[in-house]
């Protein structure tokens, strides 16, 4: 199963971008219950006309279907549908593609590098120290090279898939401050 985002561009009826927003966030509160839900965000437009970007992450396609199927889904979309009557535009991506990518995103809502730079710190720390502590007594008889390859490979693979969408979500907080 891969993890699965959903990008959705949307304007709101001019003089109602505040209901839009207020909409939209409710709606995403109630999506963060859905099973497989990992993150979720709003991202409102620069200047006054555009559209707002939705974005949503689910463990799986499946996840991501059975919300947007939801009896829940479809209350807050006709609720949305009242203070917007524009269509709207859904893209969807495996997650992994975008982690690195901008696409769709503007450069003011990226997080300050230093703070990224930290969160993912959080991240490597604790497991670059695992499985140096642990594999490396049974890995020293391996020469060096592929030893190293072994354990870069294990803490990206482990960082980018295990850890890192639970500490984008945990730390949403302190990396958009």
Same mark, same amino acid.
């Given at each position: 199963?891969?993890?699965?985002?959903?990008?959705?561009?949307?304007?709101?009826?001019?003089?109602?971008?505040?209901?839009?927003?207020?909409?939209?966030?409710?709606?995403?509160?109630?999506?963060?219950?859905?099973?497989?839900?990992?993150?979720?965000?709003?991202?409102?437009?620069?200047?006054?006309?555009?559209?707002?970007?939705?974005?949503?992450?689910?463990?799986?396609?499946?996840?991501?279907?059975a919300?947007?199927?939801?009896?829940?889904?479809?209350?807050?979309?006709?609720?949305?549908?009242?203070?917007?009557?524009?269509?709207?535009?859904?893209?969807?991506?495996?997650?992994?593609?975008?982690?690195?990518?901008? !696409?769709? *995103?503007? %450069?003011?809502?990226?997080?300050?590098?230093?703070?990224?730079?930290?969160?993912? &710190? #959080?991240g490597? $720390?604790?497991?670059?120290?695992?499985?140096?502590?642990?594999?490396?007594?049974v890995?020293?008889?391996v020469p060096?090279?592929?030893?190293?390859?072994?354990? !870069?490979? *294990?803490? %990206?693979?482990?960082?980018?898939?295990?850890?890192?969408p639970?500490?984008?979500? &945990? #730390?949403?907080? $302190?990396?958009?401050?």
């Amino acid at each position: 199963m891969e993890q699965v985002t959903r990008i959705m561009h949307r304007r709101a009826d001019p003089g109602r971008e505040k209901d839009y927003e207020e909409l939209a966030r409710g709606m995403l509160e109630a999506c963060s219950r859905a099973k497989g839900y990992l993150f979720s965000t709003l991202i409102p437009p620069r200047v006054e006309g555009e559209e707002f970007h939705v974005v949503q992450t689910f463990a799986s396609q499946a996840d991501l279907d059975a919300w947007r199927q939801s009896r829940a889904a479809h209350e807050w979309h006709e609720r949305i549908n009242e203070v917007c009557a524009h269509t709207t535009e859904y893209r969807t991506f495996n997650t992994a593609d975008l982690w690195f990518s901008t !696409t769709g *995103l503007t %450069v003011n809502n990226q997080p300050p590098r230093w703070r990224m730079a930290i969160v993912i &710190w #959080m991240g490597i $720390f604790p497991i670059a120290s695992f499985y140096i502590w642990f594999l490396f007594p049974v890995l020293e008889p391996v020469p060096f090279i592929p030893r190293m390859v072994i354990f !870069t490979a *294990l803490i %990206v693979i482990t960082m980018f898939f295990g850890a890192l969408p639970y500490l984008l979500r &945990w #730390m949403g907080w $302190f990396l958009h401050k």
